[in-house]
C-alpha cells in the first residue's frame, strides 16, 4: 500500500523544492508517493502510470524489473511522470540521503517538463487519459475476448513507431485536405489565371509560357488531390485509423496505441537533454545545499553510479550533463561566436575569458528551446568529443563484434545525430491507399543508407495486412539494391524495383 | 499538495496478472524452442547450484527498423579503431541515445527443476526411480555475512575502510587535503559465515569418453550437449548429484569436467581401459547400497582387436552392470565412419541396464536422450 509521506520526508520535500525555486526552476506542483519495492517495480512496468490496460508486455517489463532487484542488479532511482501535477515515486528503503538526491532529481524533470517546448503539446492530464484508455479496453476484453484483443495490441505495438514524430510542431495538412475547403466548389478556378488586359498587350501581360506554367500546375494539383493520399503521409497509423476497414472497437485501440505513442514521443527526443538537466540540478542542490556531512560518501557513490559509463556504452545522463556544464562555462566565459570559431591560436583558446557570465541564463535558454537533435548540433564541439573520448562504433560481419570505427568529431556527431533523428526509426510513408486502383496499400521506406532489418520487416508487412485487409506493399532497399517487398496475405514476394 | 493515495493500489495486483501472461507465453515459447535450443547447445548457460540461466529471445515484436549492418553507434572510453566493444553485456539500462545496438538476449532463470520438467514433457520421459530413499543431510558453512566482531584474519578491508571514512567525516576530522582514515576499533568489520544444510550426493554419473585421434571437435560437442541434458533430468530426481570424468585412449585417466571436453590425445583406443578405471572408482568410492549409479560412455565404436571387446563385455557384465542404475553406450560418428563396438555389444551383452544409442549428428542428440532415459531407471 502506498504511504503517506513521513513528517520528515514532508519537510524534506519543502527543504528542497525550496532549493530548487531558489535557483529558478520553475515546475507543476509535484506530489510524491511512497512505495515498497514491489510498487514501485509495478509502476516502473506500467511507465509510470499505474493505471494501463492489461498487456503481457507490461508483465515482462516487471518480470525483469523484479528480478533485477531481488538480484542486487539495479533498482529503480527515481520515476516522475509528465503530468500537472507532476507524480514521484520514491522507495520506501531508501535512506534519506537518496530521497534527498531523487527529490532533487525530480525538481529538474518537473522543471523541463513544463518549459521545454516539446512537451508544450502533450496532455498534461495523462494519468486520467491512460486510466480511460485502460477502461475501454477492459471492455474490449470483456465483450471480444482476451486473446483477440491481445492478438490486435501486438498488431497495433510493431506498427506503433510508424507515427510522425514532428507533428505535433508542424501543420501538416493544408485546408483543403482537412475537408476546411471545398474542392469542387463553383467558384475554384480550373483555367490559368489570365489578367485583364487590353488585346494589344495581351502577349505582354499574360505571356504564354505563365499562361502554360499556371496550367500545368493547376494539372499537377489536381493529380494531386486525386491520389490518396495526396502527399506521403507518415503518420501511417493515422491513415490506418482513417481509412483502414476494420470494426470499431479495433479502430479505437489504433487510435489508443497512437496517442501513447505521440504521448512519449518527446521524451524520446529529449532524452539526452531531459536527463542531463535533472542530473545537474540533482548535483547542484546536493553539493551545494541539500548535502549534510556524513552523508557525503553515500551520495557521492550514488550519484556516480547515476553518471557511471560502463566501458564503450553512452551514458545520456552523463552525456547530457556534461554538455549542459560545457556551455555553462563557455557561455560564461564568452567562449563561442565568430571571434571564438576563428581563433586557432590553443594558448589564447585555453584561457580565453571574457568574462560574460552569461552561463547560467544559456543553460535556462537551452533547456526550454532545444531538443536532442538541435542540442547536439548546436553543442557539441570537437574539443567535447576529445575530453569525454568519445568514438563510433560499427557492426563488423566478418568478426561477428561490434568495433570502433571512429574518433573523428564530424563521425560521431553525425553518427549520434543519426541515431536521435527521427528517434532513431526509419522514415516510412504511406505512399499510396488504392495501388493500381486495386485498394493495394504502398508503404515507402525513404533510403538513408541504412536497411531495414528484413525478417521484422516481413512480419510487419503481415500485421499491416491484418489490418488493411488487401495487399501490402512495402518499397525499401534490399542489400543496397531497391526492391519492393509484397505481402497479399498468404505469400511473400520481393521485387526490384527501378528508382523512384 | 494532496495527502492521498493517487496510485490506489487494490490487494490483487493487476501486474501480477499481466506477468502471469507473460509468463504463459514465454513458457509456451520455451516449449516450443527447447528442441531447437537442446540441438545447437545454446540453452547452457552459466550454472548454479540450483538455476541454469539460460538466455532466451525477448519477445520482441516486429517493427520497421535498421538492421545492424551499417549502422553507427556511438560510444565512449578507451581503444584505438578497430578495437572490438564488448556487446554481451549491452541488454538492459536506458534506451535511447547511446544505446547498443539492440542486443535480444534476455536471460531466463530457470531452476533445474523447471528445466528438467520441460525436457521430461518434450520427450515423454518416464520419472526416475532411486533405488531406496536415503537422503543425507549435513551442514555446511559459507561465508556470506558481515560482522562487527571476529578474528583479524577474516577483517574486510573495504568495509572497515568505509565505517571509518564515514565516521571520520561525520565528525568532522577528515581533512580531504590529508586523505588519512584510521580505523578505531568500531569500524572493524569482519567477515562471518553462516550453516546452510547440505544435501550430500546419492547418485553420481560417470561419464566415459574416448579422446583418441578419431574423436573431433564435432564430435565433443555432441557429448558435452547430451551429457548436459542428461545430467539435468537425472539431477531433477535426486537431491544431490556427484560426477566424475574419465577419458581414455589406449590408456584411461580420471580427469575434471573442463579437461574432459576439451583434452584430445593421438593415441588408438582401447575401451576395457575406462571400464576398468570406472570399475575401480565404485569399487572404491560408491557402494551400491547407498549410491544410484549411473554411467554413460561415448565413443566413436572404434576399438583395438587383439580381444578387448571380450575384456570390455567381461567387464560389464561382472562388475559393471551389477552395481549401477544405468550403463549407456552412445556412438558417435566421426570423421572415419562409425565403428563395431556398437554391434558387437548389441550381440554379446543383454542386459536390461544396458542401453545403446547411436547419434549421428545433432540432430540425433534428443532421440539419443530418450533412449537412454526413457526407461525410468
Not at chain 1, 337 to 355: F, I, L, M, Q, S
Not at chain 1, 474 to 499: C, F, I, K, N
Not at chain 2, 95 to 104: L, T
Not at chain 2, 176 to 186: A, F, G, L
Request: charged share 30%; net charge negative; aromatic share 12%.
Amino acid at each position: 500500500m502506498p504511504q503517506q509521506l513521513t513528517l520528515q520526508l514532508k519537510d524534506l520535500q519543502n527543504e528542497i523544492e525550496g532549493y530548487a525555486r531558489g535557483y529558478g526552476l520553475d515546475f507543476f506542483d509535484v506530489v510524491f508517493e511512497v512505495l515498497d519495492w514491489e510498487e514501485i517495480n509495478e509502476v516502473a512496468a506500467y511507465g509510470g502510470y499505474p493505471a494501463r490496460y492489461p498487456y503481457w508486455r507490461f508483465g515482462m517489463e516487471y518480470y525483469a524489473l523484479s528480478r533485477g532487484y531481488a538480484y542486487g542488479l539495479q533498482k529503480i532511482y527515481e520515476m516522475v511522470i509528465n503530468n500537472d501535477p507532476c507524480y514521484a515515486y520514491l522507495l520506501a528503503a531508501n535512506p534519506i540521503v537518496d530521497q534527498k538526491l531523487v527529490m532533487a532529481h525530480v525538481y529538474g524533470h518537473a522543471d523541463f517538463f513544463k518549459n521545454n517546448y516539446s512537451f508544450a503539446h502533450t496532455n498534461r492530464r495523462m494519468v486520467d487519459e491512460m486510466a480511460n484508455h485502460a477502461a475501454r479496453i477492459r471492455r474490449y476484453v470483456e465483450a471480444y475476448g482476451e486473446d483477440e484483443v491481445e492478438r490486435f495490441l501486438d498488431i497495433c505495438i510493431s506498427l506503433e513507431n510508424l507515427i510522425d514524430y514532428n507533428a505535433p510542431y508542424i501543420r501538416r495538412r493544408r485546408r483543403e485536405e482537412a475537408g476546411e475547403i471545398d474542392r469542387d466548389h463553383p467558384a475554384r478556378r480550373r483555367q490559368p489565371r489570365r489578367l485583364a488586359a487590353k488585346e494589344y498587350m495581351e502577349e505582354y501581360i499574360n505571356p504564354q509560357e505563365a499562361l502554360e506554367a499556371d496550367a500545368q500546375r493547376l494539372q499537377e494539383e489536381r493529380e494531386q488531390e486525386e491520389r490518396f493520399p495526396p502527399r506521403p503521409e507518415k503518420d501511417v497509423l493515422l491513415f490506418l485509423l482513417e481509412h483502414a476497414p476494420i470494426p470499431n472497437w479495433q479502430r479505437d485501440i489504433v487510435g489508443i496505441v497512437r496517442e501513447e505513442a505521440y504521448y512519449f514521443a518527446p521524451q524520446g527526443r529529449t532524452k539526452i537533454m531531459n536527463e542531463g538537466w535533472a542530473s545537474y540540478w540533482h548535483s547542484k542542490i546536493m553539493t551545494e545545499r541539500a548535502l549534510a556531512d556524513p552523508e557525503l560518501i553515500d551520495y557521492a557513490d550514488h550519484h556516480s553510479g547515476t553518471v557511471a559509463t560502463q566501458p564503450g556504452r553512452l551514458n545520456p545522463y552523463k552525456l547530457g550533463l556534461e554538455l549542459y556544464r560545457d556551455i555553462e562555462v563557455r557561455w560564461d566565459k564568452g567562449r563561442h561566436g565568430p571571434e571564438w570559431e576563428a581563433c586557432n591560436d590553443y594558448e589564447v583558446r585555453k584561457n580565453w575569458d571574457t568574462g560574460a557570465g552569461e552561463g547560467r541564463e544559456k543553460i535556462f535558454q537551452v533547456r526550454a528551446l532545444y531538443h536532442d537533435v538541435t542540442f547536439i548540433d548546436e553543442f557539441l564541439t570537437p574539443e567535447f568529443c576529445h575530453r569525454h573520448k568519445l568514438f563510433t562504433y560499427e557492426y563488423n560481419e566478418s568478426t561477428n563484434e561490434y568495433q570502433i570505427s571512429s574518433r573523428s568529431f564530424e563521425e560521431i556527431k553525425r553518427g549520434l545525430l543519426f541515431q536521435l533523428t527521427n528517434l532513431g526509426q526509419p522514415w516510412v510513408y504511406v505512399r499510396d491507399g488504392n495501388h493500381m486502383n486495386r485498394g493495394e496499400l504502398v508503404l515507402w521506406h525513404r533510403y538513408e543508407g541504412v536497411p531495414l532489418r528484413l525478417d521484422y520487416a516481413r512480419e510487419v508487412l503481415e500485421n499491416l495486412q491484418t489490418i488493411w485487409k488487401r495487399p501490402v506493399h512495402l518499397e525499401t532497399y534490399d542489400d543496397d539494391r531497391p526492391a519492393v517487398m509484397s505481402y497479399d496475405g498468404s505469400e511473400h514476394t520481393t521485387q526490384e524495383r527501378s528508382e523512384e | 499538495m494532496s495527502g492521498e493515495s493517487f496510485s490506489g493500489f487494490s490487494s490483487i495486483r493487476r501486474i501480477e496478472r499481466d506477468r502471469k501472461r507473460f509468463d504463459a507465453i514465454i513458457r509456451g515459447r520455451i516449449k516450443k524452442e527447447l528442441r531447437k535450443h537442446i540441438t545447437r547447445g545454446e540453452l547452457i548457460g552459466k550454472r548454479g547450484r540450483e538455476i541454469v540461466s539460460i538466455p532466451i529471445p525477448q519477445i520482441e515484436l516486429p517493427q520497421l527498423k535498421y538492421g545492424r549492418k551499417r549502422l553507427v553507434g556511438v560510444g565512449q572510453g578507451e581503444g584505438a579503431e578497430g578495437t572490438p566493444i564488448g556487446v554481451g553485456e549491452a541488454e538492459g539500462g536506458a534506451r535511447g541515445a547511446g544505446d547498443q545496438p539492440a542486443h535480444h538476449l534476455r536471460e531466463v532463470e530457470i531452476s533445474i527443476q523447471e528445466l528438467a520438467e520441460f525436457l521430461g514433457e518434450e520427450l515423454e520421459l518416464p520419472r526416475i526411480e532411486p533405488r531406496g530413499n536415503r537422503t543425507l543431510k549435513s551442514r555446511r558453512s559459507r561465508y556470506k555475512t558481515i560482522r562487527s566482531t571476529g578474528p583479524e584474519t577474516l577483517r574486510s578491508f573495504r568495509r572497515t575502510y568505509r565505517e571509518a571514512l564515514k565516521r571520520q567525516i561525520a565528525s568532522g576530522s577528515y581533512d580531504y587535503r590529508r586523505p588519512m582514515v584510521s580505523p578505531v576499533r568500531e569500524d572493524m568489520r569482519y567477515r562471518s559465515w553462516k550453516e546452510e544444510p547440505e544435501p550430500v550426493a546419492n547418485a553420481v554419473i560417470i561419464y566415459m569418453m574416448d579422446v583418441s585421434g578419431s574423436m573431433g571437435h564435432e564430435q565433443k560437442e555432441i557429448v558435452r550437449i547430451e551429457s548436459f541434458w542428461i545430467d539435468t533430468w537425472i539431477r531433477a530426481h535426486y537431491h544431490g548429484i556427484a560426477n566424475r570424468y574419465i577419458v581414455h585412449d589406449a590408456v584411461a585417466h580420471e580427469v575434471d569436467r573442463e579437461t574432459f571436453y576439451t583434452t584430445r590425445e593421438a593415441g588408438g583406443t582401447r575401451i576395457s581401459s575406462a571400464y576398468e578405471m570406472a570399475a575401480k572408482v565404485i569399487a572404491g568410492e560408491y557402494d551400491p547400497e547407498e549410491w544410484n549409479i549411473y554411467c554413460f560412455h561415448f565413443s566413436d565404436g572404434d576399438n583395438w582387436g587383439g580381444g578387448d571387446d571380450e575384456k570390455c563385455f567381461e567387464l560389464l557384465i561382472e562388475r559393471l552392470l551389477p552395481t549401477v542404475n544405468l550403463f549407456g553406450y552412445g556412438q558417435v560418428e566421426s570423421r572415419y565412419g562409425s565403428g563395431h563396438f556398437f554391434e558387437a555389444l548389441g550381440e554379446h551383452v543383454e542386459d536390461e541396464r544396458l542401453v545403446l544409442s547411436q547419434i549421428p549428428d545433432h540432430e540425433a542428440i534428443l532421440d539419443s536422450i530418450k533412449d537412454f532415459l526413457g526407461k525410468g531407471r
